[in-house]
């Protein structure tokens, strides 16, 4: 049988997680947390089975969930929500992106996505038929080239996937990139989608840049968030979409044929958990900066440098005064001679430039991460003696 993604092999994170487990390696690759979620998000899981929700919640979500929701987009973002016609709860994020591709995408149609992408955008969009323009955002500062973004821009665009804050570069966007976004699809048939799962994981007081804070993006951008990300907990699988109502319409014909509705007990004990901790997602950015910087801390002095990390669950390590470029083989040798997997940056790029940095996920026990960064700092003192 021909092949539809014939180029496409096992996901870097899949690879990488395997690999780990079979050297027994600390695991700073796959960004997942290594600790307990709360445990009374546990307990209302199985209260919301006991109670009896076990049956297809709504094609669009448990309406107590999109309402909570909602109250706290209004919060976030200003303005209503309206959870009927403008939020839709699907299998995480990658639904949210893969639905919403196929709504907007048809056969030779264009997406514009910002290299390093996140590596479900262009799969998703290539099985709509449609081609995807991966433009660089070049190390070390992973800045966007608006006059090249406007230069990619043909009559077959249809869409451009946006990311902030930025995984892997660990960025964010800034309130011109929003406008530099609606000006670059001002006037086109052309459509956002903002892949948005860390909104919460800003650091140093950053603002989160939302397309939903922006009036002009916010009629015309699918955002994606994720519960994976908010509540410590990626193997929830829910996470949803916010778009105008003509946008969710299309996203839902989609997304009834592909995932149809999401687990309707954990959609129940979500929606409880919300109404009992409305302050949810609020605690993550001094949760996460203080993870951030016990790991700086601790690999201070190790050769290696740990660029500016504005979000998200990762840090950079940057290796380029200790190796010549070449982030594949650094990942590799960071797993099999200091036991530490990490995530190269190259994969997420359709033409890498040289690099110098992998990906260190900060979602990890204290332990984890006191310990991967001795075992790192011991490599990068191993690598300073011996010159290569
Ligand atoms: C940038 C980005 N988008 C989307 C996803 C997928 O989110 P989910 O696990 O909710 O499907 C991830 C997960 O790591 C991510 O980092």
């Known amino acids: 049988m021909p092949s539809k993604l014939p180029d496409v092999g096992t996901t870097i994170f899949t690879v990488i997680s395997r690999r780990a487990r079979e050297l027994g390696a600390l695991n700073l690759g796959q960004g997942f947390p290594d600790y307990d979620i709360d445990p009374r998000l546990a307990d209302l899981t199985g209260e919301a089975m006991r109670q009896g929700h076990n049956q297809y919640a709504p094609m669009e979500g448990v309406p107590e969930l999109r309402e909570r929701i909602a109250r706290k987009l209004g919060a976030s973002y200003g303005g209503e929500f309206d959870p009927q016609s403008q939020i839709t709860i699907t299998l995480g994020a990658t639904e949210a992106i893969y639905s919403a591709v196929q709504a907007v995408i048809g056969p030779g149609d264009e997406a514009i996505a910002f290299d390093p992408a996140y590596d479900s955008y262009e799969p998703a969009v290539r099985l709509a038929g449609g081609r995807c323009i991966r433009l660089p955002l070049m190390p070390p500062d992973f800045r966007y080239d608006w006059d090249r973004a406007r230069g990619a821009v043909t009559a077959r665009t249809r869409l451009v996937l946006f990311n902030t804050p930025h995984n892997p570069a660990c960025t964010a966007a800034t309130a011109a990139d929003l406008d530099a976004l609606a000006a670059l699809i001002r006037g086109h048939d052309i459509v956002v989608l903002s892949d948005e799962v860390y909104e919460h994981v800003l650091f140093d007081g950053r603002k ?134 990490t995530i190269p940056l190259s994969p997420f790029y359709a033409e890498p430039p040289p690099l110098s940095v992998v990906r260190l996920c900060i979602a990890k026990r204290d332990d ?15 690598l300073s003696r011996s010159g290569a």
């Open 208 to 341: 989160h840049a939302s397309v939903l804070s922006h009036a002009e993006l916010r009629q015309r951008s699918f955002a994606v968030f994720s519960f994976g990300k908010t509540l410590h907990a990626t193997g929830l699988r829910v996470g949803y979409c916010v778009a105008a109502p003509p946008l969710t319409s299309e996203l839902r014909k989609v997304h009834q044929f592909n995932t149809f509705s999401i687990a309707n007990p954990l959609q129940h004990a979500i929606a409880a958990y919300l109404t009992e901790r409305p302050q949810t997602g609020r605690e993550l950015p001094a949760f996460f900066q203080a993870k951030r910087d016990r790991l700086r801390r601790a690999l201070e002095g190790s050769g290696f440098a740990l660029p500016p990390a504005h979000g998200t669950f990762f840090q950079l390590l940057d290796f380029g005064e200790l190796l010549p470029p070449g982030d594949v083989a650094f990942a590799e040798r960071a797993l099999s001679e200091a036991g530490v997997a």
């Open 368 to 382: 984890t991460l006191d310990e991967a960064a001795q075992r790192l700092a011991a490599l990068g003192a191993r």
